[in-house]
């Protein structure tokens, strides 16, 4: 039994998101900035960035979240599939694979980033930005995967909600794509 109710229209995160409006826009305008903002970095690039956060925080709703904005937005999925697998061999460029590996590695800690993780990824030509975009990114996901992940158990209406379910997946894909939906 729900201990809150959520709008049964808003799946997965946007419904938390959405019970408490003056926690949940700061979370959404961060991560957005971050996404969706000005960058040298291409949406699919900071996509492909979130899903290895998310694949590493084992969060299959976001992770096939991100995965599918990826793909969507670059017309296959090869390369999201790879990146999860092994960044080292993934078909990315040199620089995004310095990134990835940022990424991941704060997404466990952020002890484990390295000057020599930082100095590979400025080697490989990513900008303080890129850098900084990259290290803020999984503690952002982190608080939101840390809602997601600890409320299904309260809330079936978010637990029912699943990747199996291609089309309603693609529909917020798509929506998030050409911005008719923020998280």
Request: proline content about 7%; charged content about 20%.
């Amino acid at each position: 039994m729900p201990h809150i109710e959520l709008e049964a229209h808003l799946p997965g995160i946007t419904g938390l998101l959405e019970y408490r409006k003056d926690t949940g826009e700061p979370i959404r305008v961060l991560t957005q900035i971050i996404l969706r903002g000005p960058s040298t970095l291409t949406e699919a690039e900071r996509e492909l960035l979130a899903t290895v956060v998310s694949h590493g925080n084992q969060c299959k709703f976001c992770t096939t979240a991100h995965a599918a904005t990826v793909d969507l937005l670059l017309g296959e999925s090869e390369t999201s599939e790879r990146v999860k697998a092994d960044i080292a061999t993934a078909p990315v460029s040199e620089k995004m694979k310095a990134l990835l590996t940022i990424a991941a590695l704060t997404g466990k800690s952020g002890r484990l980033v390295t000057p020599e993780v930082i100095a590979k990824a400025k080697a490989e030509g990513a900008t303080d930005l890129e850098i900084h975009d990259t290290v803020l990114l999984p503690p952002c996901l982190a608080c939101i995967t840390a809602m997601w992940m600890g409320w299904p158990p309260l809330c079936p209406r978010i637990a029912a909600i699943s990747p199996c379910l291609p089309a309603a997946w693609l529909t917020m894909v798509t929506a998030v794509c050409h911005r008719d939906m923020i998280i």
